[in-house]
């Protein structure tokens, strides 16, 4: 029986690449991931074809879903390239760190200093090495065999790791666990043995260094919450260092244009930038990114550098593609060197039934979940487009701002303008918001409910009573008008009020705040010719779109609150 131990750096594609030759020369029998032990129900997951990095394990707290905890991959990070390799090879695989019912039981550490989080990076630094990838691939290439390339690393970590002070804490208890995980596998009878972890822990999982006793008098008694894992899309964005991630890149989607390339690789990425630029409308001709390419190699020859490097090529993108400015290099780092790309997960991944329903509304109306920002202009007289508001403002109101309004660009009240951007962490606020209700609508309705019962003044309840309409939930209107008609009591005028209900279409003419509340009714349509140019619902009049009578969806609540009735007292007085 042996164990090899492949200390990697988190999301690094020099020593992902390295992994999985290194893995085909040992073909061990069960590869051990640094990674929440209980995850093994989701982890097949990981070996379909319609998984996609980036991804990430999500594992949140059943009672208490705002207690979450997510753990990122990549196609370029060492631990899913294992994963996938042992996949392939039909090796048994396992994440064998603390569960991750332990992890969001106890509190936080607080932040790991430099070296304990990225050691591999602070001895490229001192080094003198700029980019931990570049040195990383020295030493591929001085040694010219990945295998043994692991092996001086973790001897390196050994030295470094002596002058340290010993693990306490969280630390030490999740390298006792990985041990107890060694140890497990080796019981099984697995012979060969590949554990991949982050390269501080490599000299502590040595199995033979530590007692077994030791071990399990720092596990005993851990608090434990029952927890449910699964996978969550992702994003480059989110893997950055300025996303606040403690073991993000500052340049994942360059590292992943050095991982999925092959050769060429200041060819490749020049004609990238090059596509990114006529997109934008800037020059980038074939002269330019040959230029460039010959300027980033010439850079990195007389550096004595055998690749150039992302700095080599940001300088040559700034003096062939920035001559009048720095527009060029900075699209270039947005969309490129950090870049948006955002995964997927197959469809029987666990999740909860509003997040599904979330999913088969974003199909049937044809929305395109994406990371960077989209602007949609809603004509409202459309069915689809008026559904697709409906949506927006519901998941708003659950506090899933996916979408946001922006000023419409036309005249009409049927016109709605939106930006929409997706991001990650929606994820959890759609487990958090579950408790609410298995639908958009059901969910959305109950929170509604509490906030009418927790207004405290007009104002809140006469917004919240535009946004009912808005978001077409006529089942939370009985509640919002009896805490109207309790709170408009104590007051004398409704000042307030009117100033949140003034921005309705005509207000002055076919609507009041509290008066046209008190109309009301779920399902509520008014006649055609009750609310000025709603003869036509289709025909763009006046009431048209928000105003007008006809139509499926929203249209029946919405109309309600636009029919009809006497200006209030207070706005005639004060006009």
């Known amino acids: 029986m042996s164990v090899s131990i492949f200390p990697i750096r988190h999301h690094g594609p020099g020593s992902a690449r390295s992994l999985e030759h290194a893995l085909s020369q040992f073909n061990p029998d069960v590869v051990l991931v640094e990674g929440p032990s209980d995850a093994g129900s989701v982890l097949p997951f990981l070996a379909q074809a319609d998984m996609t990095p980036p991804v990430a394990l999500l594992g949140y707290v059943n009672d208490d879903p705002a207690r979450a905890a997510f753990w990122p991959f990549a196609v370029f990070s060492p631990e899913f390239v294992a994963l996938r390799w042992a996949a392939r090879a039909g ?14 039981a106890g509190e936080r550490d607080g932040p790991e200093d430099e070296l304990r989080d ?3 990076g602070v001895l490229a630094q001192a080094a003198g090495f700029a980019d931990f990838e570049r040195w990383w691939e020295s030493l591929v290439e001085a040694r010219g065999d990945d295998f043994d ?18 693990p306490v804490g969280r630390e030490a208890q999740r390298e006792a666990f990985m041990r107890q995980g060694i140890r497990a596998a080796l019981k099984e009878g697995f012979a060969r043995v590949a554990v991949v972890c982050g390269a501080w822990h490599a000299p502590a999982l040595d199995v033979t260094a530590f007692p077994v006793k030791g071990d399990a008098a720092l596990l005993r008694g851990l608090p434990k919450v029952k927890v449910t894992l699964t996978w969550v899309p992702w994003t480059h964005g989110r893997l950055s260092v300025a996303s606040g991630y403690g073991a993000g890149v500052r340049s994942p989607g360059y590292y ?8 060429a690789v200041a060819e490749r990425w020049f004609a990238r930038v090059a596509r990114l630029l006529r997109a934008e409308r800037l020059e980038a001709s074939s002269a330019s990114v040959i230029e460039a390419t010959r300027l980033a190699n010439a850079l990195a020859a007389l550096r004595g550098r055998a690749l150039p490097g992302l700095e080599e090529l940001n300088e040559a993108a700034l003096s062939v593609f920035g001559w009048d400015g720095d527009l060029p290099l900075r699209l270039i780092d947005e969309r490129l060197v950090v870049g948006e790309a955002l995964g997927a997960v197959p469809d029987g991944v666990p999740t909860v039934p509003l997040a599904r329903d979330v999913a088969r509304q974003q199909k ?16 409202l007289r459309s069915d689809n ?62 929170s509604a409910l509490e906030s009418a019962r927790g207004a405290g003044t007009l104002a809140e309840l006469t917004g919240l009573l535009e946004v009912l309409r808005l978001a077409d939930l006529p089942g939370a209107l009985p509640v919002t008008l009896a805490a109207l008609d309790e709170r408009s ?13 003034r921005p309705w279409r005509d207000w002055r003419a076919t609507g009041t705040c509290v008066g046209a509340a008190r109309r009301l009714r779920v399902g509520q349509r008014w006649p055609p010719g009750d609310v000025p140019g709603a003869a036509d619902p289709r025909g763009g009049g006046a009431a048209a779109g928000r105003g007008g009578s006809g139509g499926r969806g929203g249209r029946g609540l919405r109309d309600a609150v636009r029919g009809r009735t006497r200006p209030c007292a207070c706005w005639t007085t004060r006009t």
Do not use: I
């Not at 092996?151 to 010993?166: H, I, K, P, S, T």
């Not at 992943?256 to 050769?263: A, N, P, Q, R, Y």
């Not at 009591?489 to 209900?501: D, Q, S, W």
């Open 149 to 166: 390339v692991f092996a001086a690393v973790n001897e390196a970590m050994r030295a470094v790791r002596a002058d340290a002070l010993g």
């Open 489 to 501: 009591a104590l007051v004398r005028t409704c000042r307030t009020c009117c100033g949140r209900c």
């Open 385 to 446: 487009d008026l559904a697709r508001s409906v949506l927006f403002h519901r998941l708003n109101l659950l506090g899933v701002p996916w979408a946001k309004p922006r000023g419409s660009g036309g005249l009409g009240t049927f016109r709605e303008g939106w930006q929409v951007r997706w991001r990650p962490e929606f994820s959890v606020r759609l487990v958090e918001a579950s408790r609410l209700g298995q639908t958009v609508r059901d969910a959305a309705t109950a």
């Open 118 to 120: 990225d050691p591999l």
């Open 256 to 263: 992943e244009h050095l991982f999925t390339s092959s050769g």
């Open 91 to 104: 090796a048994a695989a396992r994440f064998v760190d603390l569960p991750a019912g332990v992890v969001l």
């Open 364 to 379: 049937s109306l044809r929305l395109k979940v994406l990371p960077e920002k989209l602007d949609l202009e809603l004509d």
